[in-house]
């Protein structure tokens, strides 16, 4: 009801006049003359906030522009993450949006049914926010990492591990060297751990660019569109918002834009039901 009390009208030379307030203004002053006008003035207000408020024509243009909103906000922060990555992943990434783009205009061209095309450009679309998600984590995680291997490093604690053995050195090089074993020995397991998720993180980006490729070469198959899911089970443990660095709030933000639909389609499954194994629910539409 926000939107109808501060509702704006267009007029030539004047720009957008916020007639709702001009109007109250004017009752509250001529209220002063005659108090009949202030109840007067009340009711009308009331009537008129009801009567737009429940407009059609009214929320449409309302709902119309918080989805730009939302849009512009969503587009924000895809550029803010953009922007961490480094030029193979920014073309990875532009590589998987050139297919989802092939996909929706074979759709407009075989000319399939307004549900199947927006169920599967939601689906498409929060298949890219997780190939991007999937990108930037994977920045997080190599960022500021040096060159070291870990054979280099196990091969300094297999030193450090004879010269410990020796007999007659003093005790404060003994010392010092039993704390730099413990710092190699941290460092090799964080260059493990490090190599795991960087291979769970790869086998996730894989299964993403599989997904969408399957979709193309369904789309491409002359009378067939199928439903398509994004429910691609990901691996990786370094998806929460913890893993983002200074763009946690961010990504918690895309999170929720992207979220999936929660409700059901009339008449059989959606996207969220279908198997990510299939990426289809074998509902087909002829062109």
Not at 37 to 63: K, Q
Not at 162 to 179: A, C, M, P, Q, W
Not at 215 to 230: C, D, F, K
């Amino acid at each position: 009801m926000s939107e109808a009390f501060w509702a704006k009208l267009e007029v030539p030379y004047l720009g957008a006049i916020p007639f709702n307030i001009v109007g109250l203004a004017a009752f509250a002053l001529l209220g002063f003359g005659e108090s009949a006008f202030w109840p007067l003035g009340a009711g009308l207000e009331a009537a008129y906030l009801f009567v737009l408020s429940t407009n059609p024509r009214f929320r449409n243009v309302v709902d119309a522009r918080g989805k730009v909103a939302v849009e512009q906000s969503a587009e924000a922060q895809r550029a803010a993450l953009l922007s961490r990555l480094n030029p193979a992943q920014k073309q990875r990434l532009g590589a998987l949006e050139a297919k989802c783009q092939r996909i929706i205009q074979i759709y407009q061209d075989q000319q399939v049914n307004e549900f199947t095309v927006s169920s599967n450009t939601d689906a498409l679309n929060r298949l890219q926010w997780s190939f991007l998600k999937l990108l930037v984590a994977q920045h997080y995680l190599n960022d500021g990492s040096t060159d070291t291997s870990p054979e280099q490093i196990q091969a300094k604690i297999h030193q450090l591990e004879n010269d410990l053995k020796r007999t007659g050195i003093t005790r404060t090089l003994r010392d010092s060297e039993e704390g730099t074993l413990r710092i190699l020995q941290q460092r090799l397991t964080n260059l493990n751990r490090r190599a795991e998720s960087n291979a769970e993180i790869e086998s996730d980006l894989g299964r993403v660019e599989a997904q969408v490729d399957l979709a193309l070469e369904s789309a491409t198959m002359q009378g067939q569109a199928e439903v398509i899911s994004a429910n691609v089970e990901l691996t990786s443990h370094l998806l929460d918002s913890s893993s983002f660095g200074d763009l946690s709030a961010t990504v918690d933000a895309m999170d929720q834009t992207f979220a999936e639909p929660k409700k059901s389609t009339p008449g059989g499954p959606g996207p969220a039901d279908t198997s990510a194994s299939s990426s289809s629910s074998g509902e087909k539409t002829s062109s």
